[in-house]
C-alpha cells in the first residue's frame, strides 16, 4: 500500500475513486476494490455518489454510469453479505437567493481566481452557451452542492483529468490551489497516479503541475 504523505486518508480514497472512474473501462476491478475500501472506511453511499456525479461533467454520462452501476451491484452484494453501509445525508439546500447564474459565476470566479469579464473572454466568450452551462449547472448546481467540499471536488477533478492525461487539468491545477488543495497533495495525486494507472500518466500529469506553478510563480 502506498503510503500516504500529505493526502488525508478520506481524500487518498476520494482521489482513488475518480482515477478508477477515469479508467473504469479498462480496470473495473479496481474500481470496485477502491470502492470497498471508501465504504469501509466510513464515506456513505451518497457521498460516492455525489462523487461520480461530480464526475460525469469532465468525464462524460458514460463512465459515470458505468461506475454508478459497479457501485450499485457492490452495495448490493455486501447488503446481501450482511454489510448494511449508510446512505449518509443528503445535500444542504443550495442559497437560492440569486440567480443560478450569478451563484454559478461567483463559485466559477473562486474556483478560477479570475474576474467575470476575464471569465468571459477566451473561449468562453466564443461560445456563450458552454459558459451559460458551466455556471447554471456545473457551478450553480453541482459545485454548490455540500456532501464535498470544494477541496474534495477539486481533488476528484484532478485526480480524473491526470489519469488520463487530459491536457485541461492544468486549468484545474490552479483552480485546486485557489480553494485550498496544496501543490504537496496535488504531487501525491500524482504519485498515486503513477502507483494505480502507469507512470507515463504521472510523468505527463508532473510537467503540467510544473508548468502551472512556473505561470503562478511568474504572476506573483
Same mark, same amino acid.
Given at each position: 500500500?502506498?503510503?500516504?504523505?500529505?493526502?488525508?486518508?478520506?481524500?487518498?480514497?476520494?482521489?482513488?475513486?475518480?482515477?478508477? #472512474?477515469?479508467?473504469?473501462?479498462?480496470?473495473?476491478?479496481?474500481?470496485?476494490?477502491?470502492?470497498?475500501?471508501?465504504?469501509?472506511?466510513?464515506?456513505?453511499?451518497?457521498?460516492?455518489?455525489?462523487?461520480?456525479?461530480?464526475?460525469?461533467? !469532465?468525464?462524460?454520462?458514460?463512465?459515470?454510469?458505468?461506475?454508478?452501476?459497479?457501485?450499485?451491484? *457492490?452495495?448490493?452484494?455486501?447488503?446481501?453479505?450482511?454489510?448494511?453501509?449508510?446512505?449518509?445525508?443528503?445535500?444542504?439546500?443550495?442559497?437560492?437567493?440569486?440567480?443560478? !447564474?450569478?451563484?454559478?459565476?461567483?463559485?466559477?470566479?473562486?474556483?478560477?481566481?479570475?474576474?467575470?469579464?476575464?471569465?468571459?473572454?477566451?473561449?468562453?466568450?466564443?461560445?456563450?452557451?458552454?459558459?451559460?452551462?458551466?455556471?447554471?449547472?456545473?457551478?450553480?448546481? *453541482?459545485?454548490?452542492?455540500?456532501?464535498? #467540499?470544494?477541496?474534495?471536488?477539486? #481533488?476528484?477533478?484532478?485526480?480524473?483529468?491526470?489519469?488520463?492525461?487530459?491536457?485541461?487539468?492544468?486549468?484545474? !491545477?490552479?483552480?485546486?490551489?485557489?480553494?485550498?488543495?496544496?501543490?504537496?497533495?496535488?504531487?501525491?495525486?500524482?504519485?498515486?497516479?503513477?502507483?494505480?494507472?502507469?507512470?507515463?500518466?504521472?510523468?505527463?500529469?508532473?510537467?503540467?503541475?510544473?508548468?502551472? *506553478?512556473?505561470?503562478?510563480?511568474?504572476?506573483?
Amino acid at each position: 500500500m502506498m503510503e500516504l504523505k500529505h493526502l488525508t486518508e478520506r481524500q487518498s480514497h476520494i482521489a482513488k475513486i475518480s482515477i478508477y #472512474t477515469a479508467v473504469t473501462t479498462t480496470n473495473v476491478e479496481g474500481l470496485k476494490k477502491v470502492l470497498t475500501e471508501a465504504l469501509d472506511f466510513g464515506m456513505t453511499i451518497n457521498e460516492i455518489n455525489e462523487e461520480i456525479v461530480h464526475l460525469y461533467a !469532465y468525464l462524460g454520462f458514460a463512465p459515470a454510469c458505468r461506475a454508478t452501476i459497479v457501485f450499485m451491484n *457492490l452495495v448490493n452484494e455486501r447488503r446481501n453479505n450482511g454489510i448494511h453501509d449508510k446512505q449518509g445525508r443528503e445535500a444542504s439546500p443550495v442559497d437560492d437567493s440569486e440567480s443560478k !447564474y450569478a451563484r454559478g459565476e461567483k463559485l466559477q470566479m473562486f474556483c478560477a481566481g479570475m474576474t467575470a469579464g476575464q471569465l468571459r473572454n477566451g473561449f468562453f466568450g466564443f461560445n456563450p452557451l458552454l459558459d451559460f452551462c458551466l455556471k447554471e449547472h456545473l457551478f450553480a448546481d *453541482l459545485f454548490a452542492r455540500d456532501l464535498l #467540499t470544494y477541496i474534495e471536488r477539486e #481533488t476528484t477533478t484532478v485526480s480524473a483529468l491526470a489519469a488520463i492525461g487530459e491536457p485541461m487539468v492544468e486549468s484545474h !491545477y490552479g483552480g485546486a490551489l485557489n480553494v485550498g488543495v496544496t501543490e504537496a497533495q496535488l504531487w501525491d495525486i500524482l504519485d498515486m497516479v503513477g502507483n494505480e494507472v502507469s507512470p507515463e500518466k504521472a510523468a505527463i500529469g508532473r510537467e503540467r503541475l510544473h508548468h502551472t *506553478l512556473d505561470i503562478r510563480n511568474q504572476q506573483k
